[in-house]
Nanobody, 119 residues
Framework: QVQLVASGGGLVQAGGSLRVSCVASGSIFGINAMAWYRQAPGQQRELVATITRGGSTSYGDSVKGRFTISRENTKNTVYLQMNSLKPDDTAVYYC?????????????WGQGTQVTVSS
């Protein structure tokens, strides 16, 4: 099992910045990608950013150029730096980990952290 604990959400004004963190613990061997998703009220969960074990990153169109995903392997932590925040970025942000053992893939989710951007 992998445990993911997200933190760092909060209230920020439009144009501001915020960084959320996700710490992975437990059976982290085999995690080959981690990501941030978000879900606004009444909307489907949306992929925000992904980082692979090799360090490759990808972003959703709505956050490209504003958000940066990174990781600190020694702390088993993934970060999402969010700049130039907009009210549309308001959502619960969830950390996700994909773990592959042989031919079996396991999906893990953190508990979510609320990000609210005021106009």
């Amino acid at each position: 099992q992998v445990q993911l604990v997200a933190s760092g959400g909060g209230l920020v004004q439009a144009g501001g910045s915020l960084r959320v963190s996700c710490v992975a613990s437990g059976s982290i061997f085999g995690i080959n990608a981690m990501a941030w998703y978000r879900q606004a009220p009444g909307q489907q969960r949306e992929l925000v950013a992904t980082i692979t074990r090799g360090g490759s990153t990808s972003y959703g169109d709505s956050v490209k150029g504003r958000f940066t995903i990174s990781r600190e392997n020694t702390k088993n932590t993934v970060y999402l730096q969010m700049n130039s925040l907009k009210p549309d970025d308001t959502a619960v942000y969830y950390c996700y980990a994909k773990r592959q053992i042989g031919t079996t893939t396991y999906d893990y989710w953190g508990q979510g952290t609320q990000v609210t951007v005021s106009s």
